[in-house]
């Protein structure tokens, strides 16, 4: 039986995390909770898995869960502080950070130094903190384990190959929504154009970010942290089926692919429960349903987001902070209707010549850095 705490339990990811648990109760025991504003939810889930800790962000919803709970011997928590007491929680034994943002760069850091497995699917930690996440988790013999479907699908091709060398990885991608237009088309595209994902069913910013490849250029740079590869072996392929996951090409010239449905509870589950494959319910390949599968280079002028954040991350120190924060906010504006689709890229653009540059920055440096974005953005796109 191993023991699960969830940060993010109600969205995208983690609602998939706990049908897992769910489907596996004599595996998997949830210990703690960490939502954002869904109390509704989160008081739900609470009364299913039982967990001992719970935590909302504001401490007015916190008192809110605290009277709909009373009946429960839960403790409920609010804040960073709360987010911090349920990564460092002594009973549990996995960290699932399904959190979106910055935020999840410091209850990861606190799981690992409380010697907690991390189940990461929480990108932004490794993009802006990677050059301090992946020694600690070295020095405190903690594993981080991919929940992104491409990572865990590169992690799943290296099982029983350890030892030999990769020659590259390859990063497949559906191509987004708007696969095949130009930089003309996108002009005047809406919100729920761009939230129209042709495969994959998933959270609201996260969508966006697969349409303009700011997604996968994050991808590229939380492979190289994770798998210790330079970024320029690190290649993306659009694979527009979203049947192939992600590659990895050895030195002898094989590749080995990963594939199978797009759904996000398999990668959850082999992070928490592998390499055991066990029973999994869902839709299984028809390949002969499927027909092809076929493979083109990205746009990478039209989808600007992928060469963007592959020189962020050339440049290092704290400039792939920098391109994660000026996204992120720049995103928020794109929903709210604030700015147009191509905007997203302009405001990258700006926040990477803007701010001051940091060879290698402190978790202190990387919440500065993020926050001087946002004082650029909210001068200069005031919402």
């Known amino acids: 039986m191993k023991t699960i705490a969830i940060l993010g339990s109600t969205g995208s990811i983690g609602t998939q995390t706990l049908e897992v648990v769910r489907a596996n109760p004599d595996r998997l025991r949830v210990a703690a909770l960490a939502a954002g504003r869904n109390i509704t939810l989160l008081e739900a889930q609470i009364r299913e898995f039982a967990p001992s800790l719970a935590a909302v962000w504001a401490e007015e919803d916190a008192e809110k869960l605290r009277e709909r709970t009373a009946d429960l ?30 935020i999840g760069i410091r209850p990861t850091v606190a799981a690992i130094e409380a010697g907690k497995d991390i189940a990461l699917a929480n990108k932004e930690t490794l993009v802006t903190a990677g050059h301090l996440i992946m020694p600690l988790a070295k ?21 029983g190959e350890r030892g030999n060398k990769i020659a590259r990885i390859w990063l497949t991608a559906s191509g987004g929504p708007f696969r095949g237009k130009k930089r ?35 991808e590229v740079m939380e492979a190289s942290h994770l798998f210790g ?31 199978g449905t797009p759904d996000m509870k398999l990668p959850i589950q082999y992070a928490l429960l592998g390499p055991e494959r066990l029973p999994l319910a869902g839709s299984r390949l028809d390949f002969a349903a499927i027909g092809s599968i076929t493979f083109e280079e990205p746009d990478t002028e039209t ?8 020189e962020a991350f050339a440049a290092g120190g704290n400039m792939p902070t920098v391109f994660n924060a000026a996204n992120e906010y720049a995103v928020a504006l794109f929903l709210d209707g604030k700015i147009p689709f191509l905007a997203i890229y302009d405001i990258i653009a700006a926040c990477m010549e ?18 001087a974005v946002r004082g650029y953005i909210a001068e200069n796109w005031p919402r």
């Open 303 to 310: 989808f600007a987001g992928l060469a963007m954040a592959r």
């Open 139 to 159: 020095e405190k013999n903690v594993k981080i384990l991919p929940v992104d479907s491409e990572h865990s699908a590169i992690y799943q091709c290296l099982n």
């Open 73 to 102: 011997k839960v403790k409920i928590v609010s804040g960073m502080e709360g987010l911090l007491e349920v990564a460092r929680l002594p009973e549990s034994e996995i960290l699932v950070t399904a959190i979106v943002g910055m």
């Open 229 to 259: 590869v330079p970024q320029e072996k690190v290649r993306v392929i659009v694979q527009p089926q979203s049947v192939i996951h992600s590659m990895v090409e050895y030195e002898d010239g094989a590749v080995i692919a990963q594939l």
């Open 354 to 371: 803007k701010i001051g540059y940091i060879p290698a920055p402190s978790v202190e440096q990387i919440l500065e850095t993020e926050e």
């Open 184 to 218: 003309e088309d996108l002009a005047g595209v809406h919100v729920e154009d761009a939230l129209n994902h042709p495969n994959w069913k998933m959270g609201r910013k996260i969508t966006i970010d697969s349409a303009t490849l700011v997604n996968k250029g994050l």
